[in-house]
């Protein structure tokens, strides 16, 4: 009787473990970041362009994933008007050598899709925008420019960056990046994750460090895995 009792002790303990474990991975924000500027080894007709940007994507396992993301059109790229509009900013499968297809957006307008609406264009006089917030939309059309066509959940997706399986990089195009590249970005940035997790609704005191070599170490010792 007591083996039967302490059996079912354990069982029960155990399961409840389980629950609590995977609750608190999907309680979860990781952070990545992204340096964006011209990639002349993926996108040939950026070579001289002197645009640049900076991205803070935050994804949790549930596959919500948002942007916080400033830019700076300058030179020739310029400026950023009506017949030069930011038709789209993305994360887009890929290396630094690699245009790959979408798998979130976040803004859009013709010639490429809208996802959450049209992008915001900046201030005319200098053509740069600070501080834009997105929140991102997998790509689920069943069209070759989405990741593996569409066929994809946003928890997935999620999945792929947070555990490293998957390079990953922000992508924002111009109506004339667009028109010189064949569909091509402007500027891109590959997607780096920053070395701390804190638990939904945490303050910014409450941070978990992490210290690891690549983002599949990060990731790994943030859900408690070995290194």
Same mark, same amino acid.
């Given at each position: 009787?007591?083996? =039967? ?26 952070? =990545? ?72 957006? =976040? ?70 990046? =667009? ?49």
């Amino acid at each position: 009787m007591n083996i =039967f009792i302490k059996t079912a002790t354990l069982i029960a303990f155990l399961a409840t473990s389980g629950v609590n474990a995977n609750t608190s991975r999907s309680e979860v924000t990781y952070y =990545f970041d992204s340096m964006l500027a011209a990639d002349p080894a993926a996108v040939p007709t950026s070579a001289g362009s002197e645009s640049t940007g900076t991205g803070t994507v935050t994804v949790k396992n549930d596959g919500t994933v948002m942007m916080d993301i400033r830019w700076e059109i300058r030179g020739e790229d310029g400026p950023i008007n009506e017949d030069n509009a930011v038709v789209g900013i993305h994360i887009h499968t890929g290396d630094e050598y690699t245009n790959g297809p979408i798998v979130f957006g =976040f803004c859009g307008q013709d010639p490429l899709p809208s996802f959450g609406g049209t992008c915001q264009q900046g201030w005319s006089y200098d053509s740069a925008q600070i501080a834009t917030k997105y929140a991102g939309k997998i790509c689920d059309k069943n069209v070759k420019d989405c990741y593996n066509n569409g066929q994809i959940s946003a928890a997935d997706a999620a999945e792929l960056l947070i555990d490293g399986q998957m390079e990953m990089y922000v992508n924002i195009h111009t109506k004339k990046s =667009f028109d010189a590249s064949a569909g091509l970005g402007l500027i891109r940035g590959q997607l780096s994750l920053d070395a701390k997790a804190r638990p939904a609704g945490s303050n910014n005191d409450e941070v978990a460090p992490v210290v690891s070599s690549t983002s599949r170490e990060m990731e790994s010792a943030l859900r408690g895995g070995q290194m």
